[in-house]
């Protein structure tokens, strides 16, 4: 009997691996094989569907049109399919909640699925909405009927993914991959064969699979990194780009309300997305959008004057507005009342409406007939529920035609004017005639911002050194976020965010208060004589004053509150005096205490004002403000955006007749942090001592009782050293 040898045994075993192995692999290819593609469920339906959006829409997403088509739909509609099939620009504003999004992805769908377009683009406002929509289309691929139905050869290789993204690496079908990809933000569509009842008139693509094999859907926020990363390679190796792309709705309340954001935003628009197709590549675009705020971006991109390539549309909720609205008052009386009834119950204020509907409906005429509550009779109640719930956002953002008077935005400084007010004198250089210093420093977890102004004694001058700590150098800052904070700094990284803020208030203040200033032409410099240092952020109010205790510069330092004193509000100057209290216009210097040392309260609305008037007032006349001369056209774009981040609306109080001018952000809350502290840095200005005079201002030979009397230049010389001493370091 022959006796097995240590080789046989190898090769034995070699033999055994190599069989396992094949058949573990075949076991592993049969259970990734998902088997031919089920026929398609109505090949009439699916055809109809082809040449129609309306009718896709209604076929594979009923739910999703709930109420009959408007006009405007139509229109919007019929432009998409233009785009889609023929190539276009085309953007549309139709009112908040009519459905644009839905339209939107329905269109990639439709687009997608038909391939008419190889490679349709969402661009939402940021990435999460973005990929909102991208979800949106998995779950109608995976879930909607009968499109699951209609076409199996995209809906049946996602479903046996069962929402498993990895396992599309490994999906077959007939023994070969079939190159799906199924992401957060894109879908690859599968490389398979058709069904066995595809028409013969429908054509295939290379290799005998289904059309739509490769076919990209992809998404990104609009300042998000996919814009430039949508260069799509396949696994076949072939590189595709974006042929259509949808702008669904691509900005926000916050980068509405900023112009820098808006000039950001469309410059995206203009370069980026419509470059996507690249070199020599042609790429239509699909807009739908909602005005925000008056020259925003997407109200620029709607005048047909300015861009003039986008076919821009407008429609509001209402075609026409009622013509009597003094009815529409008596109407909004009832219906308040209504609302404060517990539970609300609007039984009376329907009754009202139908009983008076002729004269209330009078002129008006609605854009969507149809769009209306189960509690509303009619959709032009609907449109007035809308306007008497906040009148800013019915003109924006259901008419898209933002309504300005001297009541809302129209009264706020205008960015472009601001940042053209230069002077021609570089940063840090003090204008002739500057008798004091001031600034102010405001302080947030983040960052820490602050303004350098100097002065004459008519209360003219301006800013003459501005910034942020730590400093940002990227294009596209507008404050909102930062890339290095206080906490990034290597000197305090890992400690608490206390030790962070005294770091960084230590290091602004070297800067701004521990050099001079030189003056124009004199050689002479001066220091800053007041800082007011913001102790309003409540994290960080007793660290402020102990910072401005213990910091060398602590003569010159105040902690500061600034204060909303509306027309409701009792005013400062009612405030009765204390003793060792000092007083001015919109400002109070508190009494020496042992705990907490002086701090300044002011009126933040009083000032803000104040500042507006001044950066209004042209070149000449006293209490003229004026920035530093430019090196570049865009220099003062961030402090000017920051100036226009609030608006004034003028308040009166019928009871005591009492009329203020109160600042409100814009919506959004865009950043307003350099406004504050220019604002500030004039408060600090009145503290030490400047007043303004309006007489003098007019020309008036009088001076005021208030304002302090004019010094010998002997005297003025005398000041001005002594604020020096003071100022200096201890």
Known sequence: MATATAGDEDGEFERHRDAEGARKREVSSKARDIGPTPNIANVQRRARCRKSLKLFCETYNPRAVFWDWSADHLKAIARIEEAVTTGALYAYAMARGSGKSVLCRMAALWAMSYRLSRYPFIIGATDGKAREAIETLQKLIRFGEPYGLDFPEISFPANKLAGIANRAAGQMCGGEPTLIKWAADRIVLPRVPPPANWPKAWPLADGGVVPTAGSVVGASGLTGEGLRGSLETLATGEMIRPDLCLLDDPQTGESAGSPVQNEKRLKLIMGDVLGMAGPGAKISAVMPCTVIEPGDMIDQVLDRSKHPLWRGERSGILRAMPKNLDAWGRYFDVYARCAQLEPPDFGEANAHYVAHRAELDAGAEPSWPARKADDEVSAVQHAMHLYFRDRRAFWAEYMNRPEVDDKSLAASLDPAAVAAKVSNLPPGTLPHGTTRLTAFVDVGLSLLWYVVCAWDERFSGGPVAYGCYPEQSWAGFTGAEARVGLADLPEVRGLAIEAALFAGLTAVAANILGREYAVEGTGAGLRVARCLVDANYGPATD????????????????????????????????????????????????????????????????????????????????????????????????????????????????????????????????????????????????????????????????????ARPRMSLKDQRARMAARRREAAPR
């Open 543 to 706: 660290l402020v004053y102990e910072w401005c205790r213990r910091s060398p510069f602590s003569r010159v330092l105040y902690p500061s509150h600034g204060k909303f004193f509306g027309a409701r509000s009792n005013p400062m100057s009612n405030w009765p005096d204390r003793t060792g209290e000092q007083r001015g216009p919109g400002w109070r210097l508190s009494a020496p205490t042992a705990a907490r040392g002086r701090h300044v309260t002011f009126d933040t609305n009083h000032w803000k004002t104040f500042a507006a008037d001044r950066l209004r007032t042209p070149p000449g006349p006293a209490g003229c403000w004026l920035l530093p001369a430019a090196a570049r056209p865009d220099a003062h774009r961030l402090f000017a955006a920051h100036c226009a981040a609030e608006y004034p609306v003028r308040v009166t109080n019928e009871t005591t007749g009492r009329t203020v001018m109160e600042w409100q952000e814009r919506p959004g809350k865009p950043p307003n942090h350099l406004w504050d502290c220019l604002v500030g840095s004039a408060v600090a200005a009145g503290v030490e001592g400047l007043v303004w005079s309006s007489g003098a201002a007019a020309g008036s030979p009088t001076v005021p009782a208030s």
